[in-house]
């Protein structure tokens, strides 16, 4: 691996007009390589990484966003993005109409005179639906619209947004493609013109990648196709043997032939991951039981990494809802959302049933 560069600065010969190295510029050396890296895994013309998936995602629509315009969002988004979208857009002058993304006509039934772009995340949380890229991206061609995907959940090696009509893959890079619950990161890939706008974006808003965080992800994105593999390994496991446990009211696991989108998820991903969400029968009771009997996974938020991380909806990304609209969202208490990480699967399977046993 190349060194850090843990240098803001670096020399000019005397006299030069060549580009100027300054680190919030983005053009350190382990700034510069990972974001070749993902450019060649997403099939894209170019990438660039940020300090953060929430920077990544405020930058890249407002790449694309003027004041005045509208953007089409899935309603099914991280809470965080959610609220950069209702609570800060405003003040640019870019209003947000939310849709269900998985309903055809609502797309297109929520386009305006000044729509300019649509945003997708998928496959989404906590309840994994997988979103079919192919029909929305054939409206925003039509219309001229810009497709922003929000990829964070499948990593590059599992779906590759650009090869289905996608214009923008947006990654929190804290997640897979660093993989070591170590660094906080985004991650922005599509054309060069695109990847350029958003260059400048992060150079004046000042949003560039720490030296040492890029070469934490040049580390973790090595093994990044390993890790996948294994995570959707588990993943399979665990979400099979869930399914057989009485205490167990669903599983959430597009690998599984009981999901809703298990056909879309055959046929756009390459593996389903290692994220599963299940429902217990006890409700938020059974939920916390079952947290603190656990003693290999770890309660946490945030996914992706190398070790189990289970967290509650209903205290984390849906905390805003009535537990009424959680029920009417899917997500009812005792809904618990694993990150399976790169344990032994016998093992994690082994530490949830003896904390099922526990309720
Ligand atoms: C799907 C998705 N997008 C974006 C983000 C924001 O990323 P970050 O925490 O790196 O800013 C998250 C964080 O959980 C996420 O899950």
Known sequence: MRPVFQSSTFTNPVGSTAEVLYTRYGNNPNQVHIGKRLALLEGAEASLFVSSGMGATALAHLAVLRPGDHLISSEWIYGGVHRLFTEEFGRFGIEVAFVDPLRSRAWKEALRKNTRALFVETPTNPLLRVVDLEPIAALAKAEGLALLVDSTFASPIAFRPLEHGADIVIHSATKYLNGHADVIAGAVAGTDAVVDEVRRLMQLWGQAIDPHAAWL??????????????????????????????????????????HR????????????????????????????????????????????????????????SHKGLTPEERVRGGIPDGFLRFSLGLEDAEDLIADFAQALAQL
């Open 217 to 258: 992800i040049e580390r973790g994105m090595r093994t990044l196709a390993v890790r996948m593999a294994r995570h959707s390994a588990t993943g399979i496991a665990v979400a099979e043997w869930f399914a057989r446990q009485p205490q167990v009211a669903a599983v959430h696991y597009p690998g599984l032939p009981s």
């Open 261 to 316: 989108d298990h056909e879309t998820a055959k046929r756009v991903l390459e593996g389903f991951g290692g994220m599963v969400g299940i429902e217990l029968k006890g409700g938020a009771r059974a939920a916390e039981r079952f947290l603190r009997a656990l003693t290999i996974a770890a309660h946490a938020p945030s996914l992706g990494g190398v070790e189990t991380l289970v967290s509650e909806p209903r205290l984390t």
